[in-house]
């Protein structure tokens, strides 16, 4: 399975002159632990770093900065780790357990973002895989009782 087929669609981006404090207002809006800064370039949205609640927590509430006063760009670390579209799901897996993030935009061939993958989607579609493992065995135990009756 490709990561263009795992990967969330939805979302939320911002570019690196939004205040931290704006960018905070959007996860809440849309109930999310992030956003992408992207850079838009020859009508592509490039990813350039991603902001997480955590870091807004450990950064700017804990040393009583205002949020309001810092831009995104200024906030963000800017090595960011991206995957290809083309990327397997235990290979993604792999790139963040090695890279040590929860979290990667999945980007087309010309770099520009197309979804991101995090590691709570990782383990929801390996609960449903589990699920659907355990419901195989579990029809096989019915139809051999069937069988034997």
Known sequence: MKASEFCNR????????TSVGDAAALMRRHHVGCVVVVESMNGTRRPVG????????LEFVTQHLSPADVAVGD???HEIVTMDENT???EAI??????????????DDKGSLIGLFASDDALELLRELVTDLSAIALKQQRREQQELA
């Open 10 to 17: 939805e979302v939320v981006v911002v570019d690196k002159d």
């Open 50 to 57: 991603i902001l997480t609640d955590r870091d807004i927590v």
């Open 75 to 77: 906030a963000v670390r």
């Open 88 to 90: 397997e799901f235990f």
């Open 94 to 107: 792999e790139i963040m357990r090695r890279r040590g993030v929860n979290r990667i935009p999945v980007v």
